[in-house]
Nanobody, 127 residues
Framework: QVQLVESGGGLVQAGGSLRLSCAVS????????MGWFRQAPGKEREFVAG????????VTADSAKGRFTISRDNAKNMLYLQMNSLEPEDTGVYYC????????????????????WGQGTQVTVSS
């Protein structure tokens, strides 16, 4: 059974930084593409960043470019999201997601493309 557990969320002032982590169990992470999504109150879940199974390709949403960096450590079965220069608009619940794929460079950018999800971690950015 695949389980994803996020951690690292919290309350931070605008301009601050947070590093989110996602621990994968029940599946070897290197066989799967992974992504980060977020959902603000009253809004749909939106793509933040994704990374291919090899880590050789990343995709970042325009709203996060230049500020957020996705990375992974397949030896540790971990996914990360380094978030810098945080803004109040970044507030929401952040979810990691996993999708098995044979393609070494595939990255999903839509929530429907991922089969497995974590429970989420809250990020709150105060102005």
């Amino acid at each position: 059974q695949v389980q994803l557990v996020e951690s690292g969320g919290g309350l931070v002032q605008a301009g601050g930084s947070l590093r989110l982590s996602c621990a994968v169990s029940g599946r070897t992470a290197s066989t799967s593409a992974m992504g980060w999504f977020r959902q603000a109150p009253g809004k749909e879940r939106e793509f933040v960043a994704g990374i291919s199974r090899s880590g050789g390709r990343t995709v970042t949403a325009d709203s996060a470019k230049g500020r957020f960096t996705i990375s992974r450590d397949n030896a540790k079965n971990m996914l990360y999201l380094q978030m810098n220069s945080l803004e109040p608009e970044d507030t929401g619940v952040y979810y990691c997601a996993l999708e098995a794929t044979f393609s070494p460079l595939w990255v999903g950018v839509q929530a429907a493309q991922y089969d497995y999800w974590g429970q989420g971690t809250q990020v709150t950015v105060s102005s």
